[in-house]
């Protein structure tokens, strides 16, 4: 695999957001030798003139060519797997169709990749760019947006935070081989359409971790994310919630691989189906005002509301997917013993 820069921009519908998100990108600067890159936009299932979009914002005087890629099976991680599928160069990067990156970004992925031969993964800091302004809550919830710092400073941060937000996360193609070589499979389903299923981003960085791959955070990479209002509003945080709570069902998996063979009874039975949801129940029923005032209101900037959410989107993936839940458990202890 050649040693460049492929940025992946993964689109469904994205025909207002894209000239922005495209015009960044062409507009990249480099201090010195310009690093192999190219631009991929995956056009995934749009209805509207996505594709068509991509290409007439593309401007022709640019050392960066753009090539456009239809993926027909809707969802975020299709798109992600085409992008990584079409990609020429050794450093992925995502970016999404409303995130506007520096204009250093693509020189910084390549040099923090190639000074760190261990790191399977990095990603960087996100600032916010509301349509117009953010809520009074915004400034308690916004890791929720994929937007802040993760971390204090640089450096690798496998042991401490453990994942990495999917806005600007770059992959190493070596790591993605290494894993895809060993059968490794999405367990959860990543955003389709409308719907707030999310997780993938995180799964990815558990796969690479279990996988020996380090992660490291560069906050020299930056970028904007665009917030529109429509997402700016406490119900759709509370969905957001509620879809984080559900992946973490699939991460018990992950969890509970990393953390090696149980020792003893107790340490097996709390790895259980039956263990993980009694005590999602247990945490939900600590506070049931606070669970009845959820169910019945908004309480709009409440913290307990999100948490109440996550709990529940949680329980539900447990109590529906029971089967799944124990195959994941098994499957991702097998990929383990295989040194995946």
């Known amino acids: 695999m050649s040693e460049g820069v492929s940025i992946v921009v993964c689109c469904h519908n994205s025909a207002r957001l894209l000239p922005e998100t495209l015009a960044c990108l062409a507009a990249q600067q480099f201090s010195s030798a310009t690093p192999a890159c190219e631009v991929i936009v995956v056009d995934n299932a749009s209805t509207d003139q996505t594709g068509e979009t991509a290409g007439a914002s593309w401007p022709d005087k640019t050392r960066i060519p753009l090539r456009i890629v239809q993926e027909p099976n809707l969802g975020l991680t299709s ?11 050794e450093f992925i990067c995502f970016v999404d169709d409303d995130n506007r990156v520096s204009v250093d970004w693509i020189e910084n992925v390549f040099r923090t990749m190639t000074e760190h031969p261990e790191v399977g993964a990095c990603g960087g800091q996100v600032e916010p760019q509301p349509e117009t302004v953010l809520p009074a809550w915004f400034d308690s919830f916004y890791s929720y947006y994929a937007v802040g710092q993760q971390a204090a400073e640089a450096g690798d941060i496998t042991e401490t935070r ?86 973490t069902a699939g991460f018990d998996a992950y969890d509970m691989a990393l953390k090696g063979k ?79």
């Not at 798109?79 to 160069?89: D, F, H, P, S, T």
């Not at 992959?171 to 955003?191: G, P, T, V, Y």
């Not at 529940?312 to 098994?330: C, F, P, V």
């Open 79 to 89: 798109a992600r797997l085409r992008g990584i599928a079409e990609a020429k160069y």
């Open 162 to 247: 453990g994942y990495l937000w999917g806005a600007g996360l770059c992959l190493r193609k070596k790591a993605w081989s290494a894993l895809a070589e060993n059968h490794f499979d999405f367990l959860l389903s990543d955003r389709k359409g409308r719907s707030l299923s999310s997780g993938g981003d995180a799964e990815l960085c558990y796969a690479l971790r279990l996988g020996g791959w380090r992660l490291w955070y560069e906050p020299r990479l930056t970028m904007l994310h665009f917030l529109p209002d429509a997402r700016l509003n406490w119900s759709y945080l509370r969905r957001l919630s509620r879809g984080f709570g559900a992946a």
């Open 262 to 340: 149980p020792l003893d009874f107790g340490q097996r039975l709390r790895q259980t189906w039956s263990w993980q949801t009694l005590a999602t129940v247990r945490y939900l029923l600590r506070k049931p005002l606070k669970l009845l005032r959820t169910a019945l209101g908004t309480m709009e900037g409440d913290a307990d509301a999100l948490f109440v959410e996550n709990l529940w989107g949680r329980l539900r993936e447990l109590l529906s997917h029971r089967q799944t839940y124990i195959a994941n458990l098994k499957k991702i202890r097998t990929s383990v013993s295989d040194k995946l």
